[in-house]
């Protein structure tokens, strides 16, 4: 995009356009193949207009950006030392020396301009990006019990065999579309819902057709009208393209693993159209709002739903303790991890399930069209690998896939008096998950399964949970009595105290506050400004990450950072929707002497008297018109209309005028407001 002439790319745009012709119009029924040759002509003509006005940029190597000409002449003066037999120890060691202090200097006079010559947030954001970075290594071998893989093709082999071929020995059932029995609305597509499905979508890398987020958008107003109608064809076909099927699978490893040599310490992303992702993004926002509207998924179900996060789901779990601990009881909570989990889905399967659930006709048959001969390439290394059909499984990388996955583990879904009984009701559970999920072909991996107990008092007992599997018994055991369990990014001890969520902040916030400089390095000190948006992007997230759970969130001295957060949390629980739990959990106030975190947050004895806003009051289908542009003509009678409406209010009137606008070429936006009275 950097190269692109935006003058000469909407030239070619609109000659690409012309050569379209007219969408076709709502009415004309299209067939697969008919729908295959348009999805090919509206990617040919972007791409067409794209080469004509971006010059392609190829990846070179260009060495430090830090080296200058005194490391070249200090390189030089060291080999030349070295490589002279004549050459005293002491001659070498100097010359060392004086290379080691010169890479040095260039390295601090690079990091130096660059810190004094960032002119806004971004260049600093970037930095901080550019320092988390550990590197571009290539892929160790793999190893496949005694065996080692070290070509590439031979490694994409084993990930393809390991992580995707397993699904495959399933036994799965047939598919069935029709479903007489359909509960659920599913309206038609409006224009609306494809411009947001586009312009929302953020910067993320193309697939095999190279088309980025960038280039739809720019290429909208010429080619939105036939964008709109490929979608909206799509449904009424119930056909998924097959370009939007052809995907590239890059093996990113999973950070913090120790063994890089198992095929299991990576994860196999899909690099997909971004054309076809508007679709499935659009797709994904419909399946979310029917499934909360219609309580299609448990409440706790947080996963690819809106307005759910992960504290979300994390301070629902601690008011669940609190409240069981007011009662006289106690908690125990089992993770459990589905190995492969998108990768394993069964296609007819997971039609069964929406099926059952009340999808129309036309979701199933879409979604059978997007989970059936799909094909895709690894590219490992800088090489790419043949061609091969993927026989199961969800594209990780896809916005719908999330949502689907939701809906096929939708069957999954207690408090004890003592924790054996929470333990004994878990292994129950845990069985019935394990024969469930052997059922659906879905395996769970028990290697990273936990246990964790919460209790208070002096009792130090820990219990164990015996899960049955195929294989046999597993044992899975508590954690030593001071230790916690990490989940979703927050660690759960015993007394729900949650202290060991400050250090491991502070050590990942290390990497954002590093550049932030002491007062006497005046020298390499950015702009204050500056840092202090970047604190707030990237230090203050990482450090404040579950705060509102925190028991010590008004001790100084973050004592006004996390009393923030935590009156944060008190207005977002008045900003969900009815069916949220944390909107369930204060509503249904069990006790007025049970006292949790977040019931002293929220205050729930005023809840009632605060507006409430629910984000999902409209449908997709009936907001987010598609914005226009006004022409002079349209201004003038806006203008007329209100000067008429202005002459018939009563004359004593307040009338407050608002007014904002955002930079052309900036971020930042203004606004303001002039009240009369008695005009």
């Known amino acids: 995009m950097a190269t692109m002439q935006e003058d000469i790319f909407h030239l070619a745009i609109h000659k690409e356009a012309a050569a379209l012709g007219e969408p076709p119009p709502a009415q004309l029924d299209l067939t697969p193949e008919a729908l295959d040759q348009y999805t090919s002509a509206i990617i040919q003509a972007i791409k067409n207009a794209l080469e004509a006005s971006t010059k392609r940029a190829h990846a070179h190597p260009s060495g430090h950006r830090w080296w200058n000409d005194d490391c070249q002449e200090a390189v030089l003066a060291l080999q030349g030392a070295a490589q002279d037999p004549d050459?005293?120890?002491?001659?070498?060691?100097?010359?060392?020396?004086?290379?080691?202090?010169?890479?040095?200097?260039?390295?601090?006079h690079y990091w130096c301009t660059q810190l004094d010559n960032f002119s806004d947030s971004k260049g600093i954001v970037k930095a901080i990006k550019w320092s988390r970075t550990e590197g571009s290594f290539p892929t160790p071998p793999l190893k496949d019990g005694n065996r080692t893989h070290t070509t590439a093709n031979a490694k994409a082999e084993l990930l393809v065999k390991t992580l995707l071929q397993k699904a495959a020995c399933a036994e799965d059932i047939p598919i069935n579309c029709s479903n007489p029995e359909a509960t659920l609305p599913f309206p038609n597509i409006t224009t609306g819902e494809v411009y947001q499905a586009i312009f929302r979508a953020k910067s993320s890398t193309p697939g095999q057709d190279e088309i980025s987020n960038d280039v739809l958008k720019k290429a909208w107003p010429v080619i939105g009208p036939h964008i709109s109608a490929l979608y909206k064809h799509c449904i009424t076909t119930e056909w998924h393209p097959t370009l939007f099927r052809q995907a590239i699978l890059v093996a990113l490893p999973k950070p913090g693993k120790k063994d890089y040599s198992s095929p299991r310490s990576y994860r196999l992303i899909s690099l997909l159209s971004t054309l076809g992702k508007g679709l499935e993004r659009l797709m994904?926002?419909?399946?979310?709002?029917?499934?909360?509207?219609?309580?299609?998924?448990?409440?706790?179900?947080?996963?690819?739903?809106?307005?759910?996060?992960?504290?979300?789901?994390?301070?629902?779990?601690?008011?669940?303790?609190?409240?069981?601990?007011?009662?006289?009881?106690f908690a125990s909570m089992l993770t459990l991890d589905i190995k492969g989990a998108f990768h394993a889905v069964l296609q007819g399967r997971l039609t069964q399930r929406l099926c059952s659930q009340g999808w129309p006709p036309t979701?199933?048959?879409?979604?059978?069209?997007?989970?059936?001969?799909?094909?895709?390439?690894?590219?490992?290394?800088?090489?790419?690998?043949?061609?091969?059909?993927?026989?199961?499984?969800?594209?990780?990388?896809?916005?719908?896939s999330p949502i689907l996955f939701m809906l096929y583990v939708e069957p999954i879904f207690k408090i004890g008096k003592s924790l054996e009984e929470n333990t004994v009701r878990l292994q129950n559970i845990a069985t019935d998950l394990m024969e469930w999920g052997q059922r659906e072909g879905l395996t769970f991996d028990l290697a990273k399964t936990e246990l964790q107990h919460f209790a208070r008092g002096w009792?130090?007992?820990?219990?164990?949970?015996?899960?049955?599997?195929?294989?046999?018994?597993?044992?899975?055991?508590?954690?030593?009595?001071?230790?916690?369990?990490?989940?979703?990014?927050?660690?759960?001890?015993?007394?729900?105290?949650?202290?060991?969520?400050?250090?491991?902040?502070?050590?990942?916030?290390?990497?954002?506050?590093?550049?932030?400089?002491?007062?006497?390095?005046?020298?390499?000190?950015?702009?204050?400004p500056l840092l202090r948006q970047a604190t707030i992007a990237c230090v203050v997230p990482v450090l404040c990450y579950g705060a509102v759970l925190h028991r010590e969130s008004a001790i100084?001295?973050?004592?006004?950072?996390?009393?923030?957060?935590?009156?944060?949390?008190?207005?977002?629980?008045?900003?969900?929707d009815t069916q949220h739990p944390l909107h369930l959990l204060v509503i249904h106030q069990p006790s007025r002497y049970i006292s949790t975190r977040l019931l002293r947050a929220v205050d729930p004895k005023n809840f009632h008297l605060i507006e409430q806003v629910d984000p999902l009051l409209l449908s997709p289908w009936d907001s987010n018109p598609e914005p226009k542009e006004q022409s002079a003509t349209m201004k003038i009678q806006a203008r007329d209309a209100f000067q008429r409406w202005l002459a018939c209010i009563p004359p004593l009137s307040t009338v407050v005028y608002t007014d904002g606008s955002k930079g052309k070429d900036s971020k930042t936006t203004g606004a303001g407001w002039v009240g009369y009275w008695g005009m």
Do not use: Y
């Not at 069209?369 to 594209?395: K, M, N, W």
């Open 459 to 528: 009792k130090k007992n820990n219990p164990t949970c015996s899960i049955q599997t195929p294989e046999g018994i597993v044992i899975i055991n508590h954690p030593q009595f001071n230790e916690a369990t990490r989940w979703l990014g927050i660690w759960f001890d015993r007394k729900l105290k949650i202290k060991n969520t400050h250090p491991n902040a502070g050590c990942e916030g290390q990497t954002g506050s590093q550049w932030h400089p002491s007062p006497c390095q005046h020298s390499m000190r950015a702009k204050a």
């Open 87 to 108: 050459s005293p120890l002491t001659e070498i060691e100097a010359a060392q020396r004086t290379f080691r202090c010169t890479v040095c200097q260039a390295k601090r």
């Open 363 to 400: 979701v199933l048959r879409w979604v059978s069209s997007f989970t059936q001969d799909r094909t895709a390439a690894i590219r490992l290394d800088e090489h790419q690998s043949p061609t091969f059909t993927v026989p199961a499984g969800l594209p990780q990388g896809s916005p719908v």
């Open 284 to 329: 994904a926002r419909r399946l979310a709002w029917i499934a909360i509207r219609h309580k299609v998924l448990h409440p706790q179900q947080f996963g690819a739903l809106p307005c759910r996060s992960a504290t979300d789901l994390a301070a629902a779990l601690v008011h669940d303790i609190e409240e069981a601990w007011a009662r006289g009881l």
């Open 556 to 576: 100084p001295p973050m004592e006004l950072l996390l009393d923030q957060r935590r009156r944060s949390l008190a207005i977002r629980v008045h900003q969900l």
